[in-house]
T-cell receptor
């Protein structure tokens, strides 16, 4: 398994500002993912972040809005830029272990006012 | 478009019964799936993965994958009130999630 932590756990931000969410995992993993989950909805993949390469974004998500860093095998950040109330959501970091299992962090609850 | 579909429910079963949760998928190339449980206000917890056709058992949980019919299911035996949650299936390669099925186990 993998133990994943995220910071911050929640935040309230003003429209037009940016927030960087950190994800730390207790073991080295190649594949890390960022998801968004709207209230009452399922999970939507934002991007895949593999160490040593540029993040791969899903349709509807762009790097200018959601820049991602992946400096090493245990850490990643997702920035939500120029926020609007529509960005209010839970943002989840996920990792895939060498055994092929995939785990989720506790999430960051973002509210944009 | 590749899809993973779940009946959003809600599904209600009495305590001690078998709960059956199902997903269908459109991509015949999909080989493997995950099942997650998500309690309200929490992040998804991995229940089990299934990588090959047939059944895989882990305690009270059994995952079934039928590639010919393109469905994957999760059976929960001896359901407990603590199993009340939303259950999500996800395809391994693209990590596409179904909408989730809300399960309630009534005492």
């Amino acid at each position: 398994s993998a133990v994943i932590s995220q910071k911050p756990s929640r935040d309230i931000c003003q429209r037009g500002t940016s927030l960087t969410i950190q994800c730390q995992v207790d073991s080295q993993v190649t594949m890390m993912f960022w998801y968004r989950q709207q209230p009452g909805q399922s999970l939507t993949l934002i991007a895949t972040a593999n160490q040593g390469s540029e993040a791969t974004y899903e349709s509807g998500f762009v790097i200018d809005k959601f820049p991602i860093s992946r400096p090493n095998l245990t850490f990643s950040t997702l920035t939500v830029s120029n926020m609007s109330p529509e960005d209010s959501s839970i943002y989840l970091c996920s990792v895939r272990t060498g055994a092929g299992e995939q785990y989720f962090g506790p999430g960051t609850r973002l509210t944009v006012t | 478009q590749k899809e993973v579909e779940q009946n959003s429910g809600p599904l209600s079963v009495p305590e001690g019964a078998i709960a059956s949760l199902n997903c269908t998928y459109s991509d015949r190339g999909s080989q493997s799936f995950f099942w997650y449980r998500q309690y309200s206000g929490k992040s998804p917890e991995l229940i089990m993965s299934i990588y090959s056709n047939g059944d895989k058992e882990d305690g009270r949980f059994t995952a079934q994958l039928n590639k010919a019919s393109q469905y994957v299911s999760l059976l929960i035996r001896d359901s407990q009130p603590s199993d009340s949650a939303t259950y999500l299936c996800a395809e391994y390669n693209d990590m596409r999630f179904g909408a989730g099925t809300r399960l309630t186990v009534k005492p």
